[in-house]
């Protein structure tokens, strides 16, 4: 039996929320597309409601919160606000919520076997301390729901509603609890030259369109949810780069090398690569962040054309190949 509350977090709690936030994720990975289509859903008709009301004001940041007021109430809900330049926390001007459910498939039999008195004794410490620590794990399923967005979020841009909203010059899509933390899912930013960029900005969640790279290299960058459509990459290095959840679409690579570079989450869809080499690569998400309960898809290459490309000692287990055309 658990005689104090510090043995009861260390020996019990913590492994009950392991098993609850991995059959959770299990869970939104089976159901991805379903989740997908239902946040995008909602997404929209917050979206519609904001343009309709914004008038003159440019919407800077488009906020995800998960309510922890809900979850007392057994209802759990997002809510979505739409801020101005002018962003004050809780002063937005339209505001939406939809279900949570999603998210707490698993969770009332995490909170039956959390608040189970057959393991403790009742006397030292009981299910009001227990359920303190129900927001810590709740915050972590925000934080969960940050790292499977990210790969959809930007798929608003295809829909009227998302042209329909006025957006200031940088404006973000964010997930997180109310009042709190948030994570970026998405950004919509002014191009920059990411060859020469201005000391400290932002490289990360930039988009690039129809550019020629020839003859240089990327070294020492955060490109990090990146997007490259249609780009030329001819005698070129990515060196030292990070491309995690970095896209590429259309995109031609002659001669590149990428080397020292990180890309768990990348996507390369409709690519050709032609002579070009990976070295001391990584798609593996342990070796790119230090919180380990972050969710990455496979690093993946899509319907790609591959011709003489070689990798060296690279850590390719986590990737998924489709369609590939590969000759020697």
């Given at each position: ?46 979206i519609s409601e ?40 809780g ?21 039956f ?25 709740a ?24 042209d ?55 070294h ?22 990070s491309?995690?959840d ?59 054309y ?8 690279c ?14």
């Open positions: 039996m658990i005689e104090t509350f510090e043995e009861y977090i260390s020996e019990r709690y913590k492994n009950l929320e392991k098993d609850f936030l991995e059959k959770t994720s299990a869970h939104l990975s089976k159901n991805f597309s379903e989740m997908r289509k239902f946040c995008i859903g909602e997404w929209r008709k917050a904001a343009a309709a009301c914004q008038g003159e004001k440019l919407c800077s940041y488009m906020s995800i919160s998960l309510l922890n007021t809900s979850i007392l109430k057994n209802f759990p809900q997002f809510q979505i606000d739409f801020y101005d330049e002018e962003w004050v926390y002063e937005s001007f339209s505001r939406n919520r939809m279900s949570a459910d999603f998210l707490f498939k698993h969770w009332q039999d995490f909170i076997d959390a608040q189970d008195e057959s393991f403790y004794f009742r006397g030292n410490f009981g299910k009001v301390e227990i359920q303190s620590l129900f927001f810590g794990t915050d972590k399923l925000a934080f969960m729901l940050a790292c499977f967005a990210k790969y959809f979020a930007f798929q608003l841009e295809i829909y009227d509603e998302f329909e909203l006025k957006k200031a010059e940088n404006f973000y899509i964010t997930c997180g609890t109310y009042l709190d933390w948030q994570n970026r899912v998405f950004a919509k930013l002014p191009e920059i030259d990411l060859l020469n960029p201005a000391d400290n900005e932002q490289t990360n969640f930039r988009e690039i369109r129809n550019k020629i790279f020839r003859g240089k290299s990327f020492d960058i955060d490109m990090r949810s990146c997007f490259f459509t249609d780009c030329l990459f001819q005698n070129f290095a990515f060196e030292n780069v491309l995690i970095a896209r590429f679409l259309r995109c031609r690579f002659v001669s590149t090398n990428f080397i020292n570079s990180k890309s768990a989450g990348c996507n390369f869809f409709e690519c050709s690569f032609k002579d070009c080499t990976f070295q001391n690569c990584t798609s593996n998400p342990a070796d790119v962040v230090e919180d380990n309960n972050e969710y990455f898809a496979p690093m993946t290459i899509y319907h790609c591959l011709l003489n490309c070689r990798d060296v000692d850590d390719f287990e986590q990737i998924k190949l489709l369609d590939i055309f590969e000759k020697k």
